[in-house]
Structures are given as C-alpha cells and as structure tokens.
C-alpha cells in the first residue's frame, strides 16, 4: 500500500482496478488544512489521462505489474506473438499495444512484456537493434537540399533518414527509444 506522501512521477499504482502511473506530480501546503498532491495519472491500458487531487491521508495499491523476458515470433495482421523464454508459452499483443515498436521488430529478438495481472499490456525493446537496409537510393553529391542524409527502408519497413555512405545489404544500429540512426554495424 502506498500513502499520498509516497506519490512520485513514475510510481505505478492501481486505481479502481487498472493500472495507472503518475506523470506529472505537485505537493501543496495551504496555510490552514491538511496537505494537498496534485497529479496526472495516465491509464496504462487505455492510455486515458486523469487530473486528481489527494489529501496527506489518502492510500493507494500498488498495481500488480510485472515483467517477463519473451521472444518475437511472428506477426498476423494486426496481432503480434510472443514466446516466453521459460515456459514456452505463446503471448498475443496487439498492434495498439505494441505501438511505434513494431518498427524494430525483427525474429527471435528479446523483449520484455509488461504484465498486469498476468494479461499483456506493452512492451519494452532493447535500447538498440540492429536492422539491414533493404533500400537506399544512391545520394547524389551536391544534393544540398536534404543535407548530409537520405532515406532508407529497413527489414522492418521501417524508414529512418542515415548517412550518404549507407547503402542497401548493410546493418545499421538504431536506437529504438528514438528511431535514429546510431552507426554502421561492423561485419
């Protein structure tokens, strides 16, 4: 159980049920009375915001999150598959819940689900994944007008813009919290 004084930006708690988490936090003392704590808190599920306001006596539970190591399978439409290293189990997620990450997803590749209560709700990828450039046009020199980059499509159908020396059957490493280019993997 948390208390309102333990409300922090960050801290996962369940609220009705659901798991939220806060994402924005303010503490105020007025002159008379008792404390006040002022916070967004954003549905992990539905991806709702909540503007709520509690008194220094308030509790709250703590939601029932964990984290489990998986593999990616496959993709069917609009529905992701997922293996659970330890068990063998097949995990389902959708593409709203997989979100932009969907864009680095390549076979095999370790990923942590986000459970509640045992269903999957998100997904975390590693910071980087290495992805071959299935297409890159050549960069013409000169070329001011798109600066010193060009685009390119990735395995993934992903496209991101990279350096003019990139070019197709190359792997390149991208940071998946941003969707850049990092560098050139070295064969």
Do not use: H
């Amino acid at each position: 159980m948390y208390t309102a004084s333990d409300l922090r930006k960050g801290l996962k708690l369940q609220i009705d049920k659901e798991p939220y988490v806060v994402t924005d936090f303010q503490f105020t003392k007025p002159g008379k009375g008792q404390s006040l704590y002022r916070c967004k808190l954003r549905n992990m599920i539905t991806g709702v915001i909540l503007d709520r306001t509690y008194r220094s006596g308030d509790t709250f539970e703590s939601a029932n999150l964990e984290e489990r190591k998986m593999q990616y399978l496959y993709n069917q439409e609009d529905e992701f598959y997922f293996m659970d290293t330890g068990t063998y189990e097949q995990t389902m997620l959708t593409k709203d819940q997989v979100g932009d990450a969907k864009n680095c997803l390549i076979d095999n590749l370790e990923v942590d689900i986000l459970l509640f209560d045992q269903r999957p709700i998100g997904i975390t990828l590693p910071n980087f994944v290495d992805l071959m450039v299935t297409q890159a046009d050549p960069w013409v020199k000169g070329d001011s007008v798109s600066g010193d980059s060009k685009p390119v499509t990735l395995e993934t159908g992903y496209v991101l813009r990279v350096p003019p020396f990139i070019e197709e059957g190359i792997k390149i490493t991208v940071d998946t919290r941003t969707g850049e280019y990092v560098t050139r993997v070295k064969e």
